[in-house]
């Protein structure tokens, strides 16, 4: 039996999946999207009447944002809450958050707030006989993440996440009400803990990022009513980043205007600031602003003097120079990022940093640099990474063989990186595999074969009702296909606009037929 057909491991994996999809607030509707899995099957494996195969793991793993890494401590800390008279729960505070800590830094650097902030939730809310023995109403977990873009500068204390989890599932206006009858819980760290959250459940459901981005902005106004508390500057940038995810950027850019304006007046402790200008360089960025987005994140490197977040920093600054079009001052700042602390202490983010790097190689035409590093980055991937992590990986290795002539080689790998990506529901990244394959055929002057792909492009884009620029320039690129007047400057003119309008949806595509 092949790896990824064995069963996963762990008794208690219905369990763990259970919480860890709690956690990030999605119900098994939203799971089963996300993922692919049916919702039945999910039901299932929560149950523990089926076990998932590893590669169905991975899946789901993935697309709550996790790697395989995080099921060990969790299942652990499960078993150590239910064990003999629940005694982690009744030890004291101070050892067993001791205890929380440990298990917690075993599941990453990069995971490291989310662990501790879950772990601590359900410590305080495991059933306990020894001091009630009536039964407890379940509660549904809302915990924030710190997946690659979350806040990890969390305030010192213990955050009464308990109060704030029951607060924050009452409906946005009785939210309101409820803080307006109780100032008292509108506490900073629960704007921090609201935002954090947004920020983690951004890419799954950018509906409920808005709602916590809106329920953070509530609790910050209700801390001064009568001054501009400085945390209102840092709830409406996490509102913006909720509210950007669209693509209607107008209105995140009057938030961030706003923002801008407040943290003038009431500036945020330097770590908060330095938080709130990294989410406004990733709309500058997406804007396609790019000197806007660099001076923003320059600002934020200024402000975070212990290095705490400096790698994460510096590879969104190397993204931004991506997107430029300056590979080598992206691969200069992602070398620079390698020695800071956040990097030797994060797996997750040296992984990226790494894998970045050699993709960034690859396609400057630095085939044996980038090759030389696919060793380490398929074991950090391995070990840090999740299952789409693993089909850009094999995207790059195809660009690597193609560039060092390995013609069956990189056919077979880019090939297989566009079936995965249709496999997963992501026409754009599909796509954009298809034109690289396309380049690579347009220069082996095989025009059957970039005749076939543009052939098959068109209808994925078409079933998933892509917007109208984005099925133009496809379209176009299928016409020259067929007529054989494709060309290379086309493909990658195509290419780009693809990359830049999965983002902007309101860019309009030049046509051009060479």
């Known amino acids: 039996m092949s790896d990824d057909c064995k069963p996963a491991p762990g008794h208690d994996l219905g369990r763990v999946l259970a919480v860890l999809?709690?956690?990030?607030?999605?119900?098994?509707?939203?799971?089963?999207?996300?993922?692919?899995?049916?919702s039945s099957n999910l039901s299932q494996y929560e149950l523990g009447n089926q076990v998932p195969e590893l590669k169905t793991l991975r899946r789901l793993l993935a697309a709550m944002g996790y790697t395989l890494a995080t099921i060990e401590p969790t299942e652990r800390f499960l078993a150590q809450l239910e064990g003999p008279e629940h005694a982690l729960a009744a030890e004291p505070a101070s050892r067993s958050n001791e205890r929380i800590d440990a298990v917690a830094a075993e599941a990453g650097r990069s995971a490291y707030m989310w662990t501790r902030s879950c772990l601590l939730f359900l410590t305080e809310n495991w059933p306990n006989p020894a001091v009630d023995p009536a039964p407890t109403e379940k509660t549904e977990m809302t915990i924030g993440s710190s997946d690659h873009d979350a806040e990890e500068n969390f305030p010192a204390g213990e955050p009464p996440i308990e109060a704030w989890a029951r607060l924050s599932r009452k409906p946005l206006a009785a939210f309101r009400t409820a803080l307006e009858g109780d100032p008292s819980s509108a506490d900073p760290r629960f704007v921090e803990w609201l935002g954090a959250r947004s920020v983690a459940r951004a890419a799954a459901s950018p509906e409920k990022a808005r709602d916590d981005g809106e329920r953070a902005l509530a609790v910050a106004e209700c801390l001064a009513p009568k001054e501009k508390h400085p945390y209102i500057a840092l709830a409406l940038a996490f509102l913006g980043n909720a509210v950007r995810l669209p693509g209607d950027f107008a209105p995140a850019d009057e938030l961030f205007s706003r923002s801008e304006s407040l943290a003038a007046e009431r500036p945020l402790p330097p770590l908060l600031e330095a938080r709130r200008l990294d989410l406004f360089a990733t709309l500058r960025r997406e804007q396609r602003r790019f000197d806007e987005a660099l001076i923003l994140l320059d600002r934020a490197l200024r402000l975070d003097s212990k290095r705490r977040s400096a790698g994460r920093l510096r590879l969104k600054k190397a993204k931004v120079f991506e997107e430029r079009g300056d590979l080598e001052a992206a691969i200069v700042e992602l070398r620079a990022a390698a020695g800071e602390s956040d990097a030797l202490s994060e797996p997750r983010l040296l992984f990226w940093l790494r894998h970045n790097l050699a993709d960034y190689l690859s396609k400057i035409g630095r085939f044996v640099e980038a090759k030389a590093l696919v060793p380490e980055v398929r074991d950090l991937c391995r070990r840090y990474g999740g299952e789409l992590d693993e089909i850009r990986l094999r995207w790059i290795e195809g660009r690597i063989a193609a560039g060092l002539g390995r013609a069956d080689e990189?056919?077979?790998?880019?090939?297989?990186?566009?079936?995965?990506?249709?496999?997963?529901?992501?026409?754009?990244?599909a796509a954009l595999a298809a034109l690289e394959l396309a380049t690579f055929y347009l220069k082996a002057g095989r025009t059957e074969q970039v005749k076939d792909l543009a052939r098959q492009m068109l209808p994925v884009f078409q079933a998933h009702e892509i917007h109208r620029e984005a099925l133009a320039a496809i379209t176009l690129f299928r016409q020259a296909a067929e007529q054989e007047r494709a060309t290379l400057a086309l493909a990658e003119r195509v290419a780009a606009f693809l990359l830049a309008s999965r983002a902007n949806p309101g860019l309009a595509f030049e046509g051009a037929t060479g």
């Open 410 to 429: 990189a056919t077979a790998k880019l090939g297989q990186v566009r079936g995965e990506y249709l496999a997963h529901g992501l026409p754009y990244d």
């Open 21 to 38: 999809r709690a956690s990030r607030g999605l119900s098994k509707t939203d799971l089963a999207n996300a993922s692919g899995v049916p």
